[in-house]
């Protein structure tokens, strides 16, 4: 049996307790299924830090092919060494890892994702209707643009969301800490830390902080039309019994408010 570590890798625990890559591709795939009766099989992964996603896609299907973006060379490097090089030679070929901004226009694609909320990097609102035109700009004709979004009663109040994480076949139990810093509601602007940490054993504060725009439903759909979409859809967690989200997607136009919900927002070519 494998030794649990308690590994100060960012990047790892990123990956233990927040990314679930493998179920993306399959929920991505679902989605674009729904509304184009097809499988999709090109995808750029925009602000993609160490594309995990992408390498999972490339994987998914000897078929498929996959171009991430990104300006961090640090995350990059990182997907490089832990990542890409454990792929076999075709799936290597076949995903494109570039160090550039992800508001530009690329090589079109099937797909399009921007997860992790990563595109609320973005505050201004003439920004993200240019990053979307570029993204339409770089869609196949049945294409689709999937951004994740989360909000919520609670998601506007300075708080700290905590999950214990035993999920790693080689990673320690440790707690991943969400914080949610200040929330200003005049621009919508909020700080946002993750914290990882070990019960008796190394402590990460402030491994990855973010300052967001926090965009609403409407506007992220209104921002697609202006910027050329067809049509936005809006994909709402199930939750289970004790109301907590499932991971399982479905479209809808009207839900009751919660204290905290995950949607996903897509907008067709």
Same mark, same amino acid.
């Given at each position: ?38 499988? #999709? ?72 994702? #921007? ?56 990673? #320690? ?33 402030? #491994?990855?902080? =973010? ?38 997607? =479905? ?19």
């Amino acid at each position: 049996m494998t030794e649990k570590l308690m590994i100060e890798d960012k990047h790892a625990l990123y990956l233990a307790s927040v990314q679930d890559p493998l179920s993306d591709v399959q929920r991505m795939n679902d989605i674009f299924m729904e509304v184009y009766d097809k499988a #999709a099989m090109s995808l750029r992964e925009d602000f993609s830090g160490t594309f995990a996603l992408s390498c999972c896609f490339v994987q998914s299907a000897r078929e498929r092919s996959a171009l991430a973006l990104d300006i961090d060379e640090e995350a990059l490097s990182y997907g490089k060494k832990n990542y890409l090089a454990h792929l076999t030679k075709g799936e290597q070929e076949r995903l494109t890892v570039l160090r550039q901004n992800s508001i530009s226009t690329t090589v079109k694609v099937d797909l399009i994702a #921007a997860f992790n909320f990563s595109y609320c990097l973005i505050h201004k609102r003439s920004e993200l209707v240019e990053y979307f035109r570029h993204c339409h700009a770089s869609l196949n004709d049945k294409g689709l643009l999937i951004l994740d979004i989360f909000g919520g009663s609670d998601s506007e109040i300075p708080e700290v969301q905590e999950r214990h994480i035993d999920n790693s076949d080689y990673i #320690a139990p440790f707690l991943f800490e969400f914080v949610r810093e200040d929330f200003n509601p005049v621009n919508r602007l909020a700080n946002y830390t993750i914290n990882f940490k070990y019960d008796e054993g190394p402590q990460l504060l402030k #491994a990855f902080h =973010y300052h967001f725009r926090h965009w609403s439903i409407p506007e992220l759909r209104d921002c697609l039309e202006e910027a050329g979409f067809s049509k936005s859809l809006v994909y709402w967690e199930h939750c289970d019994a004790e109301g907590y989200g499932n991971g399982q997607y =479905y479209s809808t136009e009207e839900e009751e408010n919660s204290l905290n919900w995950n949607s996903y927002i897509v907008g067709l070519k």
